[in-house]
């Protein structure tokens, strides 16, 4: 069965700290992997994308790296701020089906000042 | 362009009442999508949309729910009649391509949060 897993559940952490979320997943084989993140009341925002073939993907702070052969995924946030405060969610998209997103629960992340 | 917009943002209504759900998806794009969010269950996807033609709605939990497009800017997602475990965040989402590759990044109004009481 195609599932998501993501750890941790949930992380408090300074401001200014770094911190990595994980992705596990059993999708395979997949064309995607997709980090979003949702704020508070709001819909998800996309924050990477990569292709099975790629192992990095970086948006300003936000790095995510893909392993397809242990099939981890992380997201690395540096400095954070308070702003970086929401659900981060991974997202994979199988092969077979091209629009059929699996999605993970999220890791609830809290900036604290 | 302003985006996906839903609406309500909130609405609370009584069991057995009928639930209209709104969207307008971003200007060009072909995909419409819509989700369910709760926190047992995480997104859920309901149904999706190709060019106003339903695709696929396999997603929807049972006949009380339906959706419709009827044109390139505008999609209803119904209830009738409406449950208590129907209470969760309804999401719209548009894509300007669908498929396997990079590009088929989906945008996601701001949420209709559905109260059934």
């Known amino acids: 069965k195609n599932q998501v897993e993501q750890s941790p559940q949930s992380l408090i952490i300074l401001e200014g700290k770094n911190c990595t979320l994980q992705c596990n997943y059993t999708v395979s084989p997949f064309s995607n992997l997709r980090w979003y993140k949702q704020d508070t009341g709001r819909g998800p925002v996309s924050l990477t994308i990569?292709?099975?073939s790629e192992n990095t993907k970086s948006n300003g702070r936000y790095t995510a790296t893909l392993d397809a052969d242990t099939k981890q995924s992380s997201l690395h946030i540096t400095a954070s701020q308070l702003s970086d405060s929401a659900s981060y969610i991974c997202?994979?998209?199988?092969?077979?089906?091209?629009?059929?997103?699996?999605w993970g629960a999220g890791t609830k992340l809290i900036i604290k000042p | 362009d302003a985006g996906v917009i839903q609406s309500p943002r909130h609405e609370v209504t009584e069991m057995g009442q009928e639930v209209t759900l709104r969207c307008k998806p971003i200007?060009?794009?072909?995909?419409l999508f819509w989700y369910r969010q709760t926190m047992m269950r995480g997104l859920e996807l309901l149904i999706y949309?190709?060019?106003?033609?339903?695709?696929?709605d396999s997603g929807m939990p049972e006949d009380r729910f339906s959706a419709k497009m009827p044109n390139a800017s505008f999609s209803t997602l119904k209830i009738q009649p409406s449950e208590p475990r129907d209470s969760a965040v309804y999401f719209c989402a548009s894509s300007p391509f669908q498929g396997a590759g990079v590009n088929t990044e989906a945008f996601f109004g701001q949420g209709t949060r559905l109260t059934v009481v």
């Open positions: 949309f190709n060019n106003n033609v339903p695709i696929d």
């Open positions: 990569m292709t099975f």
């Open positions: 200007s060009g794009h072909d995909y």
């Open positions: 997202v994979v998209s199988p092969m077979d089906s091209n629009y059929q997103l699996i």
